[in-house]
């Protein structure tokens, strides 16, 4: 084989990693003016009924949209929810909706505003992806890959203090 011919092969090898280290990185969908950034989700243990999903809404329009609903084909429902602190107890509860101002970002993100799967199927296992959908009010639906993995802060090398003082579910 001569160079010639392997030639357009490696090219065209080189533009596929491209492609896929491009898109891993952004992990980022759109749907009408709203752009949906890093869907993720802790990983659950097997019996854990809920799991928590997380991303950033940026809304790149002039006008208001809303976050409706969200679906998964991984649990029996998935609701909206946010965290409050009553007395000193973090509590979650369901939101009808999740306001999305324009020009804004709003950021879902454990302790806050986040996603929940209700009745998982299965556990969501570490690496793994789980598609979900969404749907908002102006900006219609769409179909994101929500990412099983560790929170960030979780990530690399633990908090000072962080560690082992904290359980989740
Ligand atoms: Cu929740």
Known sequence: MNSSFIRPFRTLAVVL???LATHSMAHSYRAGDIEVGHPWARPTVPGQRAGGAFL???NRG????????????????????TMTLEGNVMRMREVG?????????????????HIMFMGLKAPL??????????RFEKAGEV????????????????????HG???HQ
Do not use: C, F, R, Y
């Not at 976050?67 to 609701?79: D, G």
């Not at 994101?144 to 633990?158: D, L, R, S, T, W």
């Open 165 to 167: 003082d904290h359980k």
């Open 62 to 81: 002039t006008s208001p949209d809303k976050l409706l609903s969200a679906a998964s084909p991984v649990a029996a429902s998935v609701e909206l929810h």
């Open 97 to 113: 909706a999740i306001d999305i101002p324009a020009g804004q970002n709003v950021k879902l993100q454990p302790g806050g505003l």
């Open 56 to 58: 950033s809404l940026t």
């Open 143 to 162: 179909t994101v890959e929500v990412k099983v993995e560790m929170p960030q802060a979780e990530n690399g090398a633990p908090a000072p203090g962080a």
């Open 17 to 19: 990693v491209a492609l």
């Open 125 to 134: 296992k570490l690496g793994e992806s789980v598609p979900m959908t969404l």
